[in-house]
Antibody, heavy 121, light 108 residues
């Protein structure tokens, strides 16, 4: 079964760092782009960025460039989303999702279950 | 950035009704448009890709059409399990992909 399994919910304080993960299984992890999507409480979906684990080519939405870092460790089929200094406004559900086609970008067909990040003093 | 204007923001319809949602792009995006369904507390699910292609396993009552700047998503006969929020998403210009604001579909 093709699936993405994300790390568990996090509660952090402003200014702290955080790295959440997304582990792929059931397919060739290095052959499909993986993206990250933010959903703030009660709000819509926002595309953050995408990485190709095969060569770590990474693209960021202009809205998130410089705010987060996306990476991947192909040896353990895991993608990451990290923050160096969290803000209260980073409180949201974060989803990872796989692109549908091999080595191409079009639609997200497989989604992780989501990781809830809460930032509060 | 390409802006996606999705409408309506919410709608209420009866079981069996035909439901239509539109998405308008601020510039020509060819057919680089997808539609997702998100049920409360769940991750989004891909329904339609490349504007009109039904994802494998998705019921045929869902369909999409359009190209250029104007797109339509249709549920031909609304079912109780279709209660969800629906989003369009354009992928014309990596990395500036964008989602529409979402349409919440409820049963009347």
């Amino acid at each position: 079964e093709v699936q993405l399994v994300q790390s568990g919910a996090e509660v952090k304080k402003p200014g702290e760092s955080l790295k959440i993960s997304c582990k792929g299984s059931g397919y060739s992890f290095t052959s499909y782009w993986i993206g990250w999507v933010r959903q703030m409480p009660g709000k819509g979906l926002e595309w953050m960025g995408i990485i190709y684990p095969g060569d770590s080519d990474t693209r960021y939405s202009p809205s998130f460039q410089g705010q987060v870092t996306i990476s991947a460790d192909k040896s353990i089929s895991t993608a990451y989303l990290q923050w160096s200094s969290l803000k209260a406004s980073d409180t949201a559900m974060y989803y990872c999702a796989r692109q549908r086609a091999v080595a191409a970008v079009d639609a997200f067909d497989i989604w992780g279950q989501g990781t809830m990040v809460t930032v509060s003093s | 950035d390409i802006q996606m204007t999705q409408s309506p923001s919410s709608l209420s319809a009866s079981v069996g009704d035909r439901v239509t949602i539109t998405c308008q792009a601020s510039q020509d995006i060819s057919n680089y448009l997808n539609w997702y369904q998100q049920k409360p507390g769940k991750a989004p699910k891909l329904l339609i890709y490349d504007a009109s292609n039904l994802e494998t396993g998705v019921p045929s009552r869902f369909s999409g059409s359009g190209s250029g700047t104007d797109f339509t998503f249709t549920i031909s006969s609304l079912q109780p399990e279709d209660i969800a929020t629906y989003y369009c998403q354009q992928y014309d210009n990596l990395p500036s992909w964008t989602f529409g604001q979402g349409t919440k579909v409820e049963i009347k």
